[in-house]
């Protein structure tokens, strides 16, 4: 934190910048860190504040000082141009450790700086909370509150102005709650199995058989096999021409998956899900439906 | 009190889509039901990723299978409101060609920048017309597609990226594709068929990584090519062009490509390039070109010829790596004294590493290895790997021997 403030040179020829918080109180960071944040650099530059105590940048009202820390700490590392991918990962996967309401304001800050990096790295970290877990859980977590009736969430999303899709949705969910109310009153014990919360969601993601779906049980099929570095014949080459030939997968034989000598190379899947497999694999399907089983390629 | 400790329903509209969009489309979904604040968060998310990973269905029943994603993937696209930046399909228990037509022509009427889809099981998907009146596409990558636009279109005015693995399209459509869509940086084509030569006409193409068959490549106005990655995956040249005595096909292929960086030569690409006369230097050396990877065959003499004639046109070279094709290797004879030759000075300045790979030990082999090496005065590291334990042994005892010409060489052996 900033002590008597004058805006002396310091022996060692540092720059310092002045920040100021929305509480009021005051801090000095060296220049080459705060510049790391656009939206102080951009001050900086435009305005030419922040060379002294008087002149502090004043600061976006979501950034309080502990937070402010944090972020300058994100800076300061990162800044410095040397660092390997390999050491910049291993200290965001460090740093983001903290409780859900600090990464929250965390996030909220970063994005008053337009401080973009940090905030992908908080909102995967959000994301990571929030994926696989129930309703309740996650009410819980960030605490939110319990607001919706019963009814309403089984209630379609309705539209505003009432789109002609939307009302045929809402007949669609009408049928389905009259289906749950008769369920009720033959077996009131099946429907208390079912979480209340989840009913309307699965409603909507599984509109057959209304069945409670566990997002846990989602595999993590094994990527379709796109050749990408290596195209060298050490596979087969017969295969070559024949193509056509192993798209045609017949539907009745899942696990119909003849020589296999694909080499695992990803197919272009966005980085960002392959963050979160931590999955159990609750219906084994066979390690075939690799449809990409060209030997040659 | 609850307003005070929920953090997360205040963030702003872009950071909440940023979360959401980076969860599973169901979690995404799901979230409609926590409180009021997050009934319609979800239906603003730009990305929609309908994958294997996203959406699991338990059933043995293929038809409630398909039925059950078809109908979800309807009921998000119904709900969803507001613009679909990125769209990505690619379950493989999809198999409902009308359904993704009309997602398609659900999606033409936005703005969709990327748009990726992989039909894993079937014929090739015949792409409905409106794909391509996707004004705003930046990115495109197909899977088992065919492709056959409408005669009046003319490009993706857009498009920077574009990826297309078996697919089949027509020479004239490919070549129209190509060079209408003026912006493209990044070229991906493996396993096509419809069309056999690469006329590949993009002033702002970056990287080219090509693998399948074809009989001739061409490029045009591609100055800011620097990554080329080529497999030619069908061994035996084809004859017509042989008897047609044709023009050097290793001298065309470099005449534009002036700023290349990155070269791969896999598969039997390089019996492409033997085809014609095989000039002993190129006329403008390759300046620009750090590294390379061939895929050769050491007993053969034309593939030598060229290899020899790319790594004398090469001075810059950072990185090297050669990679034998086994197979071969017993068909002919060794080859007599072609890289052993002392005429064949050449200097590698600035090589430092230097990879070999699936070699037998055998006579040409080693003599490229004692070229590279006596030419290397600032190598660091040789790395040689047998493709068999056979002769493993003779291999390094041979290598020991080798001048070097940089003494802090370290050459090293690994197990095959």
Same mark, same amino acid.
């Given at each position: 934190m900033s002590d008597a403030g004058m805006a002396v040179v310091k022996p060692e020829m540092k720059s310092y910048i002045w920040l100021q918080t929305a509480d009021g109180s005051i801090q000095q960071v060296e220049e080459e860190v705060a510049m790391f944040c656009p939206m102080i650099c951009r001050e900086i530059i435009q305005t030419?504040?922040?060379?002294?105590k008087n002149y502090a940048i004043s600061l976006p009202q979501r950034v309080n000082p502990s937070i402010l820390g944090l972020i300058l700490d994100y800076c300061r590392f990162h800044q410095?141009?040397?660092?390997?991918n390999k050491e910049r990962k291993t200290f965001d996967e460090k740093f983001i450790r903290m409780d859900t309401k600090r990464l929250c304001e965390l996030t909220s800050a970063a994005d008053s700086l337009q401080l973009k990096p940090l905030v992908d790295l908080t909102s995967r970290a959000l994301a990571r909370i929030i994926e696989g877990k129930t309703p309740e859980e996650i009410r819980e977590t960030f605490h939110l509150?319990?607001?919706?009736t019963e009814e309403e969430k089984l209630?379609?999303?309705?539209?505003i102005t009432d789109d002609p899709r939307i009302r045929l949705l809402n007949r669609l969910y009408a049928r389905k709650r009259k289906e749950l109310k008769e369920r009720e009153k033959l077996k009131d014990v099946e429907v208390e199995e079912e979480h209340a919360d989840d009913r309307s969601v699965e409603d909507l993601l599984s509109?057959?058989?209304?069945e409670d779906g566990d997002?846990?049980?989602c595999r993590t099929s094994k990527n379709k096999k796109k050749n990408?570095?290596?195209?060298?014949?050490?596979?087969?080459?017969?295969?070559?021409?024949?193509n056509e030939n192993q798209?045609?997968?017949?539907?009745?034989?899942?696990?119909?998956?003849?020589?296999?000598?694909?080499?695992?190379?990803?197919?272009?899947?966005?980085?960002r899900t392959s963050n979160f497999q931590d999955f159990d694999y609750a219906d084994i399907d066979d390690d075939d439906l690799d449809p990409c089983k060209d030997g040659g390629t | 009190m609850d307003m005070e400790l929920?953090?997360?329903?205040?963030?702003p509209g872009h950071v909440v889509d940023q979360i959401l969009s980076v969860l599973p489309i169901r979690d995404a979904v799901r979230?409609?039901?926590?409180?009021r604040k997050w009934?319609?968060?979800?239906?603003?998310?730009?990305h929609l990723v309908f994958d294997t990973q996203c959406i699991s269905i338990t059933s043995e029943d293929q038809t409630i299978v398909k039925n059950k994603l078809v109908n979800i993937i309807d009921h998000v696209l119904l709900l969803h409101n507001g613009p679909i930046y990125k769209f990505k399909l690619s379950h493989?228990?999809?198999?409902g060609v009308s359904d993704i037509d009309r997602w398609i022509l659900h999606l033409s009427r936005g703005s969709t920048k990327e748009f990726v889809l992989e039909?894993?099981?079937?014929?090739?998907y015949k792409l409905p017309?409106?794909?391509?009146?996707?004004?705003?596409? $930046?990115h495109l990558e197909l899977f088992n597609c065919l492709l056959k636009p409408p005669l009046a279109f003319k490009g993706f005015?857009?498009?920077k990226s574009l990826d297309l693995q078996h697919v089949t399209l027509a020479q004239e459509v490919f070549e129209n594709l190509i060079s209408s869509c003026?912006?493209?940086?990044r070229l991906t084509l493996m396993n096509?068929?419809?069309?056999?030569?690469?006329k590949i006409n993009a002033p702002n193409l970056q990287f080219f990584d090509v693998g399948g068959i074809f009989d001739d490549v061409s490029f045009e106005?591609?100055?800011?090519?620097?990554l080329v990655s080529i497999g030619l995956?069908?061994?035996?040249?084809?004859?017509r062009n042989v008897s047609r005595g044709s023009s050097s096909k290793l001298l065309r292929f470099f005449v534009?490509?002036?700023? $290349?960086r990155r070269l791969e030569i896999q598969s039997y690409f390089i019996k492409y390039l033997a085809i014609g006369k095989i000039p002993?230097?190129?006329?403008?050396?390759?300046?620009?070109?750090n590294y390379i990877s061939i895929r050769i065959n050491f007993n053969d003499l034309e593939e030598n010829s060229v290899a020899f004639c790319l790594l004398r046109s090469?001075?810059?070279?950072q990185e090297i790596e050669m990679l034998g094709r086994p197979e071969e290797q017993?068909?002919?004879?060794p080859l007599a004294d072609f890289w052993g030759d002392d005429h064949w000075k050449c200097l590698f300045?600035?090589?430092r590493l230097v990879k070999i790979a699936? $070699?037998?030990?055998i006579g040409s082999e080693l003599d490229c290895i004692k070229f590279l090496l006596s030419n290397?005065?600032?190598?660091?590291q040789m790395t040689v790997k047998p493709?068999?334990?056979?002769g493993g042994w003779e291999l390094v005892k041979e290598l020991l021997r080798f001048r070097r010409a940089s003494i802090h060489a370290e050459v090293i052996y690994l197990e095959p």
């Amino acid at each position: 934190m900033s002590d008597a403030g004058m805006a002396v040179v310091k022996p060692e020829m540092k720059s310092y910048i002045w920040l100021q918080t929305a509480d009021g109180s005051i801090q000095q960071v060296e220049e080459e860190v705060a510049m790391f944040c656009p939206m102080i650099c951009r001050e900086i530059i435009q305005t030419g504040m922040g060379s002294s105590k008087n002149y502090a940048i004043s600061l976006p009202q979501r950034v309080n000082p502990s937070i402010l820390g944090l972020i300058l700490d994100y800076c300061r590392f990162h800044q410095v141009p040397g660092r390997s991918n390999k050491e910049r990962k291993t200290f965001d996967e460090k740093f983001i450790r903290m409780d859900t309401k600090r990464l929250c304001e965390l996030t909220s800050a970063a994005d008053s700086l337009q401080l973009k990096p940090l905030v992908d790295l908080t909102s995967r970290a959000l994301a990571r909370i929030i994926e696989g877990k129930t309703p309740e859980e996650i009410r819980e977590t960030f605490h939110l509150p319990d607001d919706l009736t019963e009814e309403e969430k089984l209630e379609p999303l309705r539209n505003i102005t009432d789109d002609p899709r939307i009302r045929l949705l809402n007949r669609l969910y009408a049928r389905k709650r009259k289906e749950l109310k008769e369920r009720e009153k033959l077996k009131d014990v099946e429907v208390e199995e079912e979480h209340a919360d989840d009913r309307s969601v699965e409603d909507l993601l599984s509109f057959i058989n209304g069945e409670d779906g566990d997002s846990k049980g989602c595999r993590t099929s094994k990527n379709k096999k796109k050749n990408r570095r290596r195209k060298d014949q050490s596979k087969d080459s017969s295969s070559n021409n024949s193509n056509e030939n192993q798209k045609k997968e017949s539907d009745t034989l899942p696990s119909a998956c003849p020589n296999d000598e694909v080499s695992d190379i990803l197919a272009a899947s966005p980085s960002r899900t392959s963050n979160f497999q931590d999955f159990d694999y609750a219906d084994i399907d066979d390690d075939d439906l690799d449809p990409c089983k060209d030997g040659g390629t | 009190m609850d307003m005070e400790l929920d953090r997360i329903s205040s963030l702003p509209g872009h950071v909440v889509d940023q979360i959401l969009s980076v969860l599973p489309i169901r979690d995404a979904v799901r979230t409609s039901n926590l409180s009021r604040k997050w009934r319609y968060k979800w239906s603003h998310i730009p990305h929609l990723v309908f994958d294997t990973q996203c959406i699991s269905i338990t059933s043995e029943d293929q038809t409630i299978v398909k039925n059950k994603l078809v109908n979800i993937i309807d009921h998000v696209l119904l709900l969803h409101n507001g613009p679909i930046y990125k769209f990505k399909l690619s379950h493989r228990d999809l198999l409902g060609v009308s359904d993704i037509d009309r997602w398609i022509l659900h999606l033409s009427r936005g703005s969709t920048k990327e748009f990726v889809l992989e039909i894993w099981k079937g014929q090739r998907y015949k792409l409905p017309s409106c794909l391509y009146s996707f004004e705003n596409l $930046i990115h495109l990558e197909l899977f088992n597609c065919l492709l056959k636009p409408p005669l009046a279109f003319k490009g993706f005015r857009n498009l920077k990226s574009l990826d297309l693995q078996h697919v089949t399209l027509a020479q004239e459509v490919f070549e129209n594709l190509i060079s209408s869509c003026s912006l493209l940086e990044r070229l991906t084509l493996m396993n096509f068929d419809g069309f056999t030569h690469l006329k590949i006409n993009a002033p702002n193409l970056q990287f080219f990584d090509v693998g399948g068959i074809f009989d001739d490549v061409s490029f045009e106005n591609t100055f800011l090519l620097t990554l080329v990655s080529i497999g030619l995956y069908v061994n035996g040249i084809n004859d017509r062009n042989v008897s047609r005595g044709s023009s050097s096909k290793l001298l065309r292929f470099f005449v534009n490509l002036p700023h $290349i960086r990155r070269l791969e030569i896999q598969s039997y690409f390089i019996k492409y390039l033997a085809i014609g006369k095989i000039p002993s230097r190129l006329p403008k050396s390759c300046v620009d070109l750090n590294y390379i990877s061939i895929r050769i065959n050491f007993n053969d003499l034309e593939e030598n010829s060229v290899a020899f004639c790319l790594l004398r046109s090469c001075p810059n070279l950072q990185e090297i790596e050669m990679l034998g094709r086994p197979e071969e290797q017993a068909a002919v004879g060794p080859l007599a004294d072609f890289w052993g030759d002392d005429h064949w000075k050449c200097l590698f300045g600035q090589l430092r590493l230097v990879k070999i790979a699936g $070699i037998s030990g055998i006579g040409s082999e080693l003599d490229c290895i004692k070229f590279l090496l006596s030419n290397s005065p600032v190598l660091e590291q040789m790395t040689v790997k047998p493709a068999s334990s056979e002769g493993g042994w003779e291999l390094v005892k041979e290598l020991l021997r080798f001048r070097r010409a940089s003494i802090h060489a370290e050459v090293i052996y690994l197990e095959p």
